[in-house]
């Protein structure tokens, strides 16, 4: 008796010129008996190199407005960084520091697409406890 039952699909091919160097792929939660089913996820899994991070950096950054599309343009800012997400993605990679940049953004916002609400901080304990050497023994 399955706990959790998986729908895999292929949403397109992801091409390089002719070549097909991977797929997009939709992964839906049909059963789920220890959390709520229904749930979705969809990235890219290329071939030979694994899920994209790149791609699933781009498509966060969109989400929360970091980084904007109009049309098939994105652009950060005022700057336009690329035609397609393919030539978004060549630019992250090389660009380490703008990447570093849009993934801290993205680490940062992520809780805006989970739930709407920040978690709240942590709480810190009221007060230090102090320790001296005369709290040990060497005895065991």
Do not use: C, H
């Given at each position: 008796?399955?706990?959790v039952r998986?729908?895999?699909r292929?949403?397109e091919?992801?091409k390089?010129?002719?070549?097909?160097?991977?797929?997009?792929t939709?992964?839906?939660v049909v059963k789920?008996?220890?959390?709520?089913?229904?749930?979705?996820a969809v990235?890219?899994?290329?071939?030979g190199?694994?899920?994209?991070?790149?791609?699933?950096?781009v498509?966060?950054?969109?989400?929360?407005?970091?980084?904007q599309?109009?049309g098939?343009w994105f652009?950060m800012?005022?700057?336009?960084?690329?035609?397609?997400?393919?030539?978004v993605?060549?630019y992250?990679?090389?660009?380490?520091d703008i990447?570093e940049k849009?993934?801290?953004e993205?680490r940062e916002n992520?809780w805006?697409?989970?739930?709407?609400?920040?978690k709240?901080?942590?709480?810190a304990a009221d007060?230090?406890?102090a320790v001296?050497a005369?709290d040990?023994?060497d005895e065991?």
């Amino acid at each position: 008796y399955s706990s959790v039952r998986l729908d895999v699909r292929r949403v397109e091919s992801i091409k390089e010129g002719s070549n097909v160097i991977g797929n997009k792929t939709r992964v839906k939660v049909v059963k789920n008996k220890v959390a709520p089913p229904f749930r979705e996820a969809v990235f890219e899994i290329l071939y030979g190199k694994g899920i994209s991070k790149w791609g699933e950096l781009v498509d966060l950054a969109v989400q929360l407005d970091i980084i904007q599309k109009s049309g098939s343009w994105f652009s950060m800012g005022d700057e336009r960084i690329g035609q397609g997400a393919n030539s978004v993605k060549d630019y992250l990679i090389a660009n380490p520091d703008i990447a570093e940049k849009v993934e801290a953004e993205v680490r940062e916002n992520l809780w805006k697409l989970n739930n709407g609400a920040p978690k709240p901080p942590a709480k810190a304990a009221d007060k230090g406890v102090a320790v001296s050497a005369d709290d040990f023994s060497d005895e065991d």
